[in-house]
């Protein structure tokens, strides 16, 4: 059976404190990495998808990793409005398999 | 460019009675629609999903059914809500070829049975 497995499941830190959020996945035959941001109310909103062990994406702060295991979301210098749970997904085959997110909160 | 409107955006419903959300998706055809709940500090749990109109995938069957009457068109019902129906209810989009460019999601119904 596809999992996803998201670690932590919160992370508290300082302005400025980069850190990683871990995303394990068991899916044989990966078609797609995902990672989604979603704030308190509404829906995921997407960031990256990583297709292949070893590709690499950045947006900003954000910069999201993939091995043939996990991937990783580096946030680098957060900023409170960072602030947000962050939900990782993988596609074999419709539908998407998601993690259950780590809830990241950046203090000023 | 393409757009999805999920309504209404809160509920509060007593339970014995009949629920329906509705999603529409604007600028695409033929689009995978799907059906999520989410739970109070819980993941992502899909409920329904299609591939075209009036095919409809169960992932959690329990109280709650689901139609595509229309191509960009998703329904969600349920005859009789229970409590354990209350939570945060997605509707989603994504290409034909199952997602590769990723899902796109609609802002939510918080649903309430009390």
């Known amino acids: 059976e596809d999992q996803v497995t998201q670690s932590p499941e919160a992370l508290r830190l300082q302005e400025g404190e980069s850190s990683s959020l871990n995303c394990s996945y068991t899916v044989s035959g990966l078609r797609g990495l995902f990672w989604y941001r979603q704030d308190p109310g509404k829906g995921p909103e997407f960031l990256f998808t990583?297709?292949?062990a070893g590709e690499e994406k950045e947006k900003e702060r954000l910069k999201a990793t993939l091995t043939k295991k996990e991937s990783f979301l580096h946030i680098t210098a957060p900023k409170p409005e960072d602030s947000a749970t962050y939900l990782c997904a993988a596609l074999r085959n419709t539908p998407l398999v998601f993690g259950k997110g780590t809830r990241l909160s950046v203090i000023a | 460019s393409q757009t999805i409107h999920q309504w209404p955006a809160t509920l509060v419903q007593p339970v014995g009675s009949p629920l329906s959300l509705e999603c529409t998706v604007e600028g695409t055809s033929n689009p995978n629609l799907y059906w999520y709940r989410q739970a109070a500090g819980r993941g992502l749990q899909l409920l329904f999903y299609?591939?075209?109109?009036?095919?409809i995938s169960s992932e959690v069957p329990q109280n709650l059914s689901a139609s595509r009457p229309q191509d960009r068109q998703f329904i969600l019902s349920s005859k009789k809500l229970l409590l354990s129906d209350s939570g945060f209810y997605l509707c989603?989009?994504?290409?034909?070829?199952?997602?590769?460019?990723?899902?796109?999601f609609g802002s939510g119904t918080r649903l309430t049975v009390v």
């Open positions: 989603a989009w994504s290409v034909p070829s199952g997602g590769l460019r990723g899902y796109t």
């Open positions: 990583l297709y292949s």
């Open positions: 299609s591939v075209g109109i009036g095919q």
